[in-house]
C-alpha cells in the first residue's frame, strides 16, 4: 500500500514538471511574456528563448537623477524641475520594459512593443529577412543591443536594451538554418 502511494506520489510530481514551463523562461510574477506567448503556441511549438530587456533602459533617469542633485545643491528650483523629470523618465522606461516583449518559437517571432499604441506582431520566419544587432558605445561596455527584424516588404521591428541580444540572434540562426538543412536532406 505505501509503495503505490509512493509510485502515485511520483506520477504526479511527474505531471506536474510537464506542464511547467522550462526554467530559464519562468517569471517570479505572474502573467510573465513567456505565458502571454504560450497561449498562442499552435501545435507542436514552443518556446526557444525569450529576449531579456536590460537595467540599461533606466540609464537617461540615472543621468538626469545625478544631473539633478548637482545642479538642486546651486539652484533649488532648478534641480526639482530636472528631478521631476528623471523620475517621469524613470516611469516610462519602467513602462516600457513592461510593455517590451521578444520571444522566439521553434515556428515565429513574437514581438510587442510601443507605449501609446501597443502593436503585438507574430512574424513567420518566411517572413523574416534579417536580425540585426545595433549596438553603440554604452552597449559594447554595458552588454545590451538594440533588436532590429527586418521582415519582407517594408516593415521592420526594432525592440531596444535586448541584454541577451546575441544568444536571441544565435538562436534565430541556429533554428532556421537547421531548417533549412532539413529542407535540402528532403529534395
Do not use: C
Amino acid at each position: 500500500m505505501a509503495r503505490k502511494k509512493d509510485e502515485l506520489h511520483d506520477d504526479l510530481k511527474k505531471d506536474r514538471r510537464r506542464k511547467k514551463t522550462p526554467k530559464q523562461y519562468r517569471s517570479k510574477r505572474n502573467g510573465s511574456k513567456a505565458e502571454v506567448v504560450e497561449n498562442a503556441l499552435v501545435k507542436d511549438e514552443e518556446i526557444i528563448i525569450e529576449a531579456r530587456i536590460h537595467w540599461a533602459i533606466y540609464l537617461k533617469a540615472i543621468i538626469v537623477f545625478v544631473f539633478s542633485s548637482i545642479v538642486g545643491m546651486m539652484i533649488l528650483e532648478l534641480g526639482a524641475l530636472l528631478f521631476a523629470a528623471a523620475v517621469l523618465m524613470a516611469i516610462h522606461a519602467t513602462i516600457s520594459r513592461e510593455i517590451f516583449m521578444l520571444v522566439l518559437t521553434n515556428k515565429r517571432v513574437f514581438v510587442r512593443y510601443g507605449l501609446l499604441q501597443v502593436d503585438v506582431v507574430d512574424i513567420r520566419f518566411s517572413k523574416i529577412e534579417s536580425i540585426e544587432l545595433e549596438r553603440m558605445i554604452p552597449g559594447y561596455l554595458l552588454g545590451y543591443a538594440n533588436v532590429v527584424i527586418m521582415g519582407t516588404g517594408q516593415r521592420y521591428v526594432v525592440i531596444p536594451f535586448v541584454g541577451n541580444a546575441t544568444a536571441f540572434r544565435r538562436a534565430y540562426n541556429k533554428v532556421t538554418l537547421d531548417d533549412e538543412e532539413l529542407l535540402e536532406e528532403g529534395e
